[in-house]
């Protein structure tokens, strides 16, 4: 049996986003790279804590923007770091990006354009965010400008709305605060967008600086100035320092900064491009050497080139390209035009950027000008010609280079959308055998999958298997199996591929509002990079915890459905009895007749009740006949008529009836439906009646009596 590969485990609250999937994949690669196991759950330390989640599987765990549960993680002695958390309590490192550094390069910059009252804007709840704050203050400090509360905006959340949050208190002192430092770039861009739509010029009006460098900045109108952190460098840092500790190496408590770079755009007032000309222009003449090199590869590299290391080890591609343009100078052979379009997606795979990557055709042809220039003579026509259409070619390159790779994303992301759609239809219009059996992944890029839901999900100690998939044949948990949620997924049927190879493992709590049902695992490449923080796997959860909660909605339904069905079948039995027993007639004395009355009076037992009535009289030569209607549930005017109609052919004989059982609410309805019952006398129980007629008020004692005084007269109605 082989040993049990290392495994990580990372918490965090997203799977998905540009923030959160970034950071799982450092995590990942650095994992893959040291032959090791993946296992990301969706979930607080507090959740994995209290049931005690994948803890068999985990030799160390990494968790990523959450606090609740930490310390109680900490306690179980398993090595543990956090990201963008600080957590003292823990006794643990926390892994952050170097917030000061990054922000005081931004406020120093901002400074040396000129700006005094720079406003910073930033949601206060998380610690990165409070950690940019101190380093803006500090830095106000060490360059003699007094802090101003006055100047810091809190706003609700790291999103463009939390920017556009903080526009009108910007707007409202408009000409006293010329900069703006945002806790983020989203922040930064929502702050931007509203502050244009207010009518403020950026960064004429108001400069601003951002933090983080996401896709967006680079798109922004204009490009966003903003310091850059590596969000899968952070996620390579904490990969690190668990496995530092499980080495057993002693990693000091406490905070373990990433490095962040500041970058110039146009939102500060800078232009890069133009700097690195005009730098270009004041250079020393090193023939289109390394000096060219190296302000082609500050163009394309967030990080500044340290001395002595050679350009083409960040840009292989640079030495070709300035070769083509030394060729065609000089009137050579050009290089070949594949390695010319190589070094341009290589370019394109350093930055998107495309004002950074046509800057790279600017330098050179800048480049081209300075040479000429410093020879003291003009080259022939001819040359120029060559150098016009080397940069054209290499121009085209580079924009099909950037379209390849757009093009690539956008099949990425309808490749996702399909998926997502293929899935939604199984789950929401499948049955329960198909959701539960996991044969929608089929629709997906995962490779294996369970689904365990709480045999008792009040204590959530147990997972019975009810759903397994497996893409390439690698063993599953059978079918109705139950695993402890401490080996929860089986680690020894979790397919190879998981351990130093493509695919992480993700488990997915599966719960809505009204139940927790149980966890969903997948085994599968890392999801694409995209804006929000829920996707793929996510969305799967919520489809799947939709899907089981109308499977229990449905089975519900059922079980009442077939109560119901069985209480009709009661009642109908009932009915059936009661029509069977018909109408009794039971002497009491002599000349009375009780007649007790069970179920609804339909035209049919009317006709019963009269002919049994009238049979009776006759018969037995009865004065009176007690007609009991106690057990008849409704009393309208159908029945009133039928009793009418009873009473008449009984007096036809000489006899009177006596209704038994009218109680209040059935007076109250006829009075409501304006029924009279004329002569026929009521009573509201048997006992009144029988009182009545020990009496002789009813038959007469002995007997045949004298019949009874008549009622007075009720008011007369339509029946």
Known sequence: MHPRPTTIGVLTPFLDGFYFNAVVRGIHEAVQQRGHRLVVIRATPELV????????????????????????????????????????????????????????????????????RIAFVGCLEQDDIRARLEG???????????????????????????????????????GDITAAVAGTDMNALGLMSALQAAGCRVPEDVAITGFDDIAEAQWAAPPLTTVRQRFDGLGRLACELVLAQLAGEVVPPGPAFAPTTFVQRRTCGCNTLQGLLRAGDAAPDDDLGDVLARQMVALLSPHALPPGTPPGSVWPGVTPVIDGLTAAIEGAAPPPAAG????????????????????????LGRAFKRRRARQGAIEDGAAEERVEEFLERLRLSLALARLDAEREFVAELGEVVRS????????LGGTQEES???????????IWGCLGLWEDAATRDRLVIVGAYSREGSPTPAIGSVVPREAFPPAALLPPSSVGGPCLVSLLPIRTL?????????VGPGSLEIAGDEGTVAIWGALLSAALERDALMQSLSEQHASLQ???????????????????????????????????????????????????????????????????????????????????AAGLLGARVVLIGVRPEIAARLVAL???????????????????LARGAIAGRGGAGPPPEPRPERRRGRA
């Open 514 to 522: 009204q139940r927790d049902w149980g966890v969903l695992v997948t």
């Open 49 to 116: 804590q209290a049931p005690s989640l994948a803890r068999d599987l985990v030799d160390g765990w990494i968790v990523v923007l959450a606090t609740d549960g930490i310390e109680r993680l900490a306690q179980a002695g398993v090595p543990l770091v956090t990201v963008s958390t600080s957590a003292p309590e823990a006794g643990c490192p926390t892994v952050m990006p170097d917030n000061a550094a990054g922000v005081r390069s931004a406020v120093s910059h901002l400074i040396d354009h000129g700006h005094r």
């Open 436 to 446: 539960r059996s996991l044969s929608w992944l089929d629709s997906t890029s995962t």
């Open 674 to 692: 304006d029924i009279d019952l004329g002569d026929l006398a009521a009573h509201r129980s048997l006992s009144s009646a029988l009182d009545e």
């Open 136 to 174: 803006y203050k500090a830095t106000l400090a060490e360059r003699g400008i007094p802090f101003d509360p006055g100047l810091v905006f809190e706003v609700g959340n790291n999103w463009c709305s939390g920017g556009q949050g903080a526009v009108e208190a910007l707007v409202a002192r408009r």
């Open 340 to 363: 010319i379009d190589d070094a341009c997606q290589q370019a394109v795979r350093l930055t998107p950027d495309v004002e950074s990557l046509m800057g790279i055709v600017r330098l």
């Open 566 to 648: 069985e209480a009709f079948e009661r009642e109908r039995a009932l009915s059936a009895a009661v029509r069977a027993l018909g109408c009794p007639l039971i002497p009491l004395v002599e000349g009375v007749l009780l007649v007790p009355l069970v179920g609804e009076l339909d035209g049919q037992r009317a006709q019963q009740v009269l002919e049994t009535v009238v049979e009776g009289v006759s018969r037995h030569g009865a004065r009176c006949v007690l007609l009991d209607i106690t057990g008849v549930p409704r009393v309208d005017a159908q029945v009133a008529h039928a009793l009418q109609q009873t009473h008449g």
């Open 420 to 427: 997502e759609h293929e899935v939604s239809l199984a789950l």
